[in-house]
């Protein structure tokens, strides 16, 4: 026969052991109100070296602060329309505001949240080769020759792009204008022959 204090050992080992079933038998894994929220976001942006830079950047910093970041590259055009107002990407900081996408924001605006600028003072415009010698739009037809009156631009859809054929219009420049995306190889050359779209 057990004592008085046995007994009590007895009923405190008893008592631990039930909660130790019960702790064991939870699962409060599967509770999503125990669980903290994941929390996921993906950036869109676009193969220019300005933005691959920028999205890796808050990738890092956002990664850092417990996010899983998904980064997806899409032109210009898909990350308003596809992208940002549909909801397909979460964040962008590759708009070029307020001039160079001001089109798309004019079309999907009501569909994006803007939170706030990442960069002031950015410019677009034309460039050419460090020895011609202009330095103004109006100055572009006198060297027509050293670039086979073709001007190379970036990306179809890029706001430089359309930009830049306001300006063909507006300046009177007999020139041509293309996109090219291998702009980046043709800019390195030797041969440096190109009048183009710049950032």
Known sequence: ML??????????????????????????????????????????????????????????????????????????????????????VDMTISSWMPTSHASYWDTYGDSIDKVGTNLEGAKIGLVVPSYVTIDSIEEMNSVKDKFDGK????????????????AIEEYGLDYTFSPHRALPWQVSSPVHTQMVTGL
């Open 3 to 88: 004592n008085l204090k046995s007994k009590e050992i007895l009923l405190v080992l008893l008592v631990l052991l039930s909660a130790i079933l019960v702790a064991g038998c939870t699962n409060n894994a599967a509770d999503p109100s125990t669980t903290a929220p994941t929390k996921e976001v993906s950036i869109g942006y676009m193969l220019w070296d300005t933005e691959i830079a920028s999205a890796n950047v808050l990738k890092t910093v956002l990664e850092q602060e417990g996010y899983d970041v998904e980064l997806k590259v899409v032109a210009v055009g898909p990350l308003y329309q596809g992208g940002l107002a549909d909801g397909q």
């Open 151 to 166: 001007i190379t631009g970036i990306e179809p859809g890029a706001g430089v792009m359309g930009l830049t054929d306001k």
